[in-house]
């Protein structure tokens, strides 16, 4: 899998490129726990607490899904599974393997190639389980029904690959200062808990809360989800347009700092750190 191969074909060195990340990908799935169908039972497990959790409290205080009229437990599923998938994939760029890792020692091997299997391993875990809860849902309480499904899926994409974009921001900057950036990952996953908008729709907010929750792409994300899931829903305050071009922003502001810090990386960071 590793080996230095010299292909001058731009077809064959794309193709060895797709392989590794394939099989980093695979190994990224495994690193997490050694049996894999255990691991997805457990994210399975901790998706399906989360949305219990959030049914509790809604049912203890009271809480309505906003005006939107229809399935409630989808109401909390399709914010649930949009931050679960935002903050893993997040969390698993961050985790990835850096420029001082052992692994970059091997020839093919690099930082973006690690980030890539991260961020595809994470995405595979996350639809794998949203599917398996959607389907024990569907069969065992009653049929789901949802409006615009691809438009849904594209939503959780997005939160997806908005996860990735802001996680190599942080990865970029981790060397220099591996332990606040560790804390401030955490910090930003902790608020989306509440920023993401995952507890109600932007509609039923008032106008002077909205500069609250409007920066987040998040927000966004999970906010037009809800407009695709449900026929009665229409987001007037949120976007498709914002939330890809704040990722693609900070990915193309996280890729220049990790080549900035790649360059300058050494394993005496490793030791020290």
């Given at each position: 899998?590793?080996?230095?191969?010299?292909?001058?074909?731009?077809?064959?060195?794309?193709f060895?490129?797709?392989?590794?990340?394939?099989?980093?990908?695979?190994?990224?799935?495994?690193?997490?726990?050694?049996?894999?169908?255990?691991?997805?039972?457990?994210?399975?497990?901790?998706t399906?607490?989360l949305?219990?959790?959030?049914?509790?409290?809604?049912?203890?205080?009271g809480?309505?899904?906003?005006?939107?009229?229809?399935?409630?437990?989808?109401?909390?599923?399709?914010?649930?599974?949009?931050y679960m998938?935002?903050?893993?994939?997040?969390?698993?760029?961050?985790?990835?393997?850096?420029p001082?890792?052992?692994?970059?020692?091997?020839?093919?091997?690099?930082?973006?190639?690690?980030?890539?299997?991260?961020?595809?391993?994470?995405?595979?875990?996350q639809?794998?389980?949203?599917?398996?809860?959607?389907?024990?849902?569907?069969?065992?309480?009653?049929?789901?029904?949802?409006?615009?499904?691809?438009?849904?899926?594209?939503?959780?994409?997005?939160?997806?690959?908005?996860?990735?974009?802001?996680?190599m921001?942080?990865?970029?900057?981790?060397?220099?200062?591996?332990?606040?950036?560790?804390?401030?990952?955490?910090i930003?996953?902790?608020?989306?808990?509440?920023?993401?908008?995952?507890?109600?729709?932007?509609?039923?907010?008032?106008?002077?809360?909205?500069?609250y929750?409007?920066?987040?792409p998040l927000?966004?994300?999970?906010?037009?989800?809800?407009?695709?899931?449900?026929l009665?829903?229409?987001?007037?305050?949120?976007?498709?347009?914002?939330?890809?071009?704040?990722?693609?922003?900070?990915?193309?502001?996280?890729?220049?700092?990790?080549?900035?810090?790649?360059?300058?990386?050494?394993?005496?960071?490793?030791?020290?750190?």
């Open positions: 899998m590793l080996s230095n191969r010299s292909d001058e074909n731009w077809f064959a060195s794309a060895t490129l797709l392989e590794l990340i394939y099989h980093s990908s695979i190994r990224s799935v495994r690193k997490g726990h050694g049996n894999a169908v255990l691991g997805l039972l457990m994210n399975i497990a901790q399906m607490l949305v219990a959790v959030f049914y509790a409290m809604y049912a203890f205080i809480f309505s899904s906003g005006g939107i009229r229809g399935d409630f437990m989808l109401y909390l599923m399709t914010g649930v599974f949009l998938c935002h903050v893993k994939a997040m969390s698993a760029v961050v985790g990835s393997e850096g001082t890792s052992a692994m970059m020692k091997h020839a093919p091997m690099n930082t973006i190639v690690a980030v890539g299997a991260s961020a595809l391993g994470e995405l595979y875990i639809v794998l389980s949203m599917l398996v809860v959607l389907f024990i849902y569907h069969a065992a309480w009653e049929p789901l029904v949802i409006h615009d499904a691809l438009g849904a899926l594209f939503m959780v994409l997005l939160s997806w690959f908005s996860g990735v974009a802001i996680g921001i942080f990865l970029a900057a981790k060397p220099w200062a591996p332990q606040f950036i560790g804390l401030a990952s955490q930003y996953a902790r608020t989306n808990m509440f920023a993401s908008g995952k507890m109600f729709v932007a509609n039923s907010l008032p106008g002077f809360m909205l500069p929750f409007t920066w987040n927000f966004h994300t999970i906010d037009q989800a809800r407009g695709f899931t449900f009665n829903y229409n987001p007037h305050y949120s976007n498709v347009i914002y939330p890809v071009a704040i990722s693609f922003a900070c990915l193309l502001i996280g890729l220049m700092g990790e080549f900035y810090t790649r360059r300058r990386a050494s394993l005496s960071w490793a030791a020290k750190h």
